[in-house]
């Protein structure tokens, strides 16, 4: 081993750079088996932000099916998911541009034709094979008021579109049973997100209506809410479904009985259509992922016994359950992995059938993450019942070539996920090793509100966003400066979304960090209420309050309203079509920064919505960031 190169924290050369990102690793999703082919969509930043379709036949052969510039990709919720199907001669999908279902012939090499006109938004399109019509989560927008949101049936003939089911205020997971005979759903009311509280019902499915409409599972009209996901037919056209019940989200057949009681997750916060835990290998076995502490797992339930057989293997991170053929597929990740699709059989063996990644990085030149347990005693937790830690992943500098100055702590990066309710996990981040490449240290936060540890966990956020996501930042700075692994005197903070309220937030009400970034985040509650999206418009009314009954809490807890405290740089990252977080979100704060003459960047996207998806896009918003952490801590690099 050859000696390292002793440089400042922060200055350290990087073959990571945000062109390699954008270019090393397309995102994988939305997994699906019909016949002898496995389908899925790939994310490709490089193709201006395009999501392709793409088929492994049963020789083997991959391909992609979508011509351009057709790029799957719904905007129902703004989130979107998955928004394809497949029969055995068509593949049917939502376009982005217009947000029309075209239909593909498969093998002919012809172009797509539109089934839909412009003006409906579609998801989680499924095959009503029985009487050739597609269903479909339909969302229709209103200049006077909010959208909305119904379940249709769709013809593939001549596009002629009915409603199955409305007045619910949301739907996802229509599924239509192997029979053809039942189609069931999930809905849910304002100002219930989907991981609060929903209904699971089934009916009998005709050509253009649903009859003998039963409740299944959702507690209708009591005070015992449950989060229903992913509700699945089984071979022999019994219904499943996931609920968190009993605290941990855990399978379950239709008439009540759970298939599996653990302390696990066999679920994520339902932010895009089409999300998938499980799935059934034959009408007995049950192929499954799960979560437990921020580490992902696979496995297979005897649904007549309700054993469990885990398997064992390299990845820590897994999603979108498929079973094909026999085996579980799904996209899985290491510490030291990019995703790629895997086949998983019964007995464990493993084999990756589509890795896309073109990284080649010296193993020595990745930040393994350590996940860490630091506890909280503070008085956010007097009234939870659950166990008062909070859980994060540490990443320290990790270069194969340099090293930091002797008696020299790194500079810290403190992420906040979105969400508040999403949650990170140990597999491959590039994002992450950009920065721990360069000589920071980064620790990624699951504070309280975060999925994969229960619904009490999860609720622990409830009334206290803004004060129990900050408290938990500060106390992982805390730690690791106990622990002599971070100097406490140049931590930032970066987040996304939900995250960059946190941001905002901690900058603003605590002293811990010296700079941040915020990537679409917000600084405004009470503009937020009355200017996002149907998805979240209610979403606070439970992180916060009732709006504009507790108006005093979210003019409290904006940062906007509070000029006084927020005393350090900050550079603002938005895309100006956001319609999650309007872009006057992060302009008000830039004015609120410049009037203060404090340090502060705006970098603008004007052809990214929530989040950014094209190559230059995500380069600038990565070197950007960069530039200003360079600048405010006088970070140079030697020639």
Not at 106 to 124: H, Y
Not at 182 to 199: A, F, G, R, V, Y
Not at 479 to 497: F, M, N, V
Request: aromatic share 10%; with cysteine.
């Amino acid at each position: 081993m050859t000696n390292k190169t002793k440089q400042a924290f922060g200055t350290w050369p990087s073959a990571i750079s945000a062109e390699l990102i954008t270019k090393a690793a397309p995102s994988l999703n939305f997994l699906q088996s019909h016949n002898d082919s496995l389908y899925w969509v790939e994310g490709r930043p490089w193709d201006a932000g395009r999501s392709v379709i793409m088929r492994r036949d049963g020789q083997g052969l991959i391909s992609d099916l979508l011509p351009a510039p057709f790029s799957h990709s719904s905007k129902v919720h703004e989130y979107g998911g998955m928004a394809y199907a497949v029969d055995d001669s068509h593949l049917y999908f939502v376009n982005a541009v217009d947000q029309c279902i075209y239909q593909l012939a498969l093998d002919e090499g012809q172009n797509p034709v539109s089934i839909t006109k412009p003006g409906s938004r579609f998801a989680d399109l499924v095959i009503d094979q029985a009487r050739q019509h597609l269903i479909a989560v339909c969302e229709i927008h209103h200049e006077d008021r909010e959208p909305e949101n119904t379940l249709v049936s769709i013809s593939i003939a001549n596009g002629e579109i009915k409603t199955l089911a409305s007045g619910a205020d949301f739907y996802a997971y229509p599924r239509i049973s192997p029979d053809q005979k039942k189609l069931c759903w999930i809905e849910w009311q304002h100002p219930n997100m989907p991981w609060d509280s929903t209904q699971l019902w089934q009916a009998n499915i005709s050509a253009d209506s649903l009859t003998d409409k039963t409740l299944v599972a959702g507690r209708a009209g009591t005070d015992k809410q449950e989060a229903i996901f992913q509700p699945s037919w089984s071979p022999d056209n019994q219904l499943y479904y996931v609920s968190d019940k009993n605290n941990w989200w855990n399978i379950y057949r239709a008439d009540g009985q759970i298939v599996l009681s653990k302390e696990v997750e066999f679920a994520t916060p339902l932010w895009q259509f089409g999300m998938s835990t499980y799935d059934f290998i034959d009408a007995n076995t049950i192929g499954c992922l799960w979560t437990q502490q921020g580490l992902w797992h696979s496995g297979f339930i005897d649904i007549a016994t309700g054993g469990l057989t885990q398997t064992d293997n390299q990845y820590s991170s897994l999603g979108a359950a498929c079973c094909h053929q026999g085996q579980l597929y799904t996209v899985a990740g290491a510490a030291s992995l990019a995703n790629q699709i895997v086949g998983i059989n019964p007995e464990g063996k493993l084999k990756s059938v589509y890795a896309p990644s073109t990284l080649a990085l010296d193993e020595a030149d990745i930040a393994q993450p350590q996940s860490t347990l630091f506890p909280n005693d503070g008085n956010s937790f007097k009234n939870s019942d659950h166990n008062p830690q909070v859980h994060a992943f540490f990443y320290p500098p990790t270069n194969a070539q340099y090293q930091g100055m002797d008696n020299e702590l790194p500079l810290v990066i403190a992420l906040c996920h979105g969400g508040p309710t999403g949650a990170t996990d140990s597999g491959l981040n590039l994002k992450i090793q950009y920065w721990t490449n360069r000589g920071f240290a980064v620790v990624d936060i699951n504070y309280r509100g975060s999925t994969g540890f229960g619904r009490t966990y999860r609720q622990a956020l409830a009334g206290t966003w803004g004060i129990a996501d900050v408290e938990d930042t500060q106390l992982a700075i805390a730690y690791l400066a106990e622990q002599h692994k971070i100097d406490p005197e140049r931590c930032l903070i970066r987040g996304g979304s939900a995250g960059g309220y946190t941001v905002l937030s901690a900058l603003t009400f605590t002293d811990t960090f010296r700079a941040g970034a915020s990537l679409y985040g917000i600084g405004d509650l009470e503009t937020l209420a009355t200017d996002t999206h149907k998805f979240e418009s209610r979403y606070m009314d439970s992180l916060i309050g009732p709006y504009p009954e507790r108006r005093d809490i979210y003019l409290e807890r904006s940062p906007i309203h509070h000029a006084e405290g927020l005393n350090c740089p900050v550079i603002f990252l938005q895309g100006l079509e956001d319609k999650v977080v309007p872009p006057n979100q992060a302009e008000m704060m830039v004015k609120l920064l410049q009037d203060k003459g404090i340090k502060v960047a705006h970098v603008t996207f004007p052809d990214e919505g929530h989040g950014f998806r094209k190559a230059k896009n995500i380069i600038k918003a990565m070197e950007s960031e960069l530039q200003f952490y360079q600048e405010v801590f006088n970070l140079q690099a030697k020639a």
